[in-house]
């Protein structure tokens, strides 16, 4: 079966045919086979250094990247280590300042305490002067009027003229003791 494209082809050939014989009669064929083996030549030699030079980048590629890897660098781990860093030194700073403020506290706390240690002893040796100045006040009533409130089994019974000692075992001894001294 022949195709419309058949009896073109055939007749670019049967051209072609025709240019080479003319070629052939006026020496230019010769000319042009030699260009095309010229061609050709370096064509192919064009192709093997294409190959050398592939094949040397590549072995050079090798070795740079065997002797100097990539680094592998993450954009954002400089600011997130920035970052860090001056939160650190915040917190440091604030530490600092908290420090500072509890120092400051425990000063006061200590100046409080001893403030009031003070106080305190100077209360008791308030109150143990009194105290004492009781007892000789007690001391000198007892003295003078033979009434000794120390004995529990002792009691008085306090009139306009004296203090008379009533001794009781319990307290209906003492009430019957009041009754006859009020009767008297």
Known sequence: MVGPFDSLADALIRQMNLQLEDMRHNGEYSLLLRII???????????????????ARKKAGAIL?????????DPGFIQRTQKALEETQDAIQETQRNIERLEAQLKDVTAKTANKDELRRAA??????????????????????????DQPDLGYVLSEEIAK????????????????????
């Not at 105290?131 to 409130?149: D, F, T």
């Not at 019957?176 to 009020?182: A, C, F, G, V």
Request: aromatic content about 6%; glycine content about 4%; some cysteine.
């Open 165 to 184: 000692p009533i001794r009781f075992s319990s307290c209906v001894d003492a009430t019957n003791q009041l009754w006859e001294m009020i009767n008297m």
């Open 124 to 149: 008791l040796t308030l109150a143990d002067r009194e105290n004492a100045g009781r007892e000789e006040l007690v001391e000198l009533y007892h003295s003078i009027s033979g009434v000794h409130w």
């Open 37 to 55: 083996r010229g061609q050709t030549s370096l064509t192919d030699r064009v192709a093997k250094n294409q190959e050398a030079l592939s094949v």
């Open 65 to 73: 990247t065997v002797s100097r890897p990539k680094p592998q660098t």
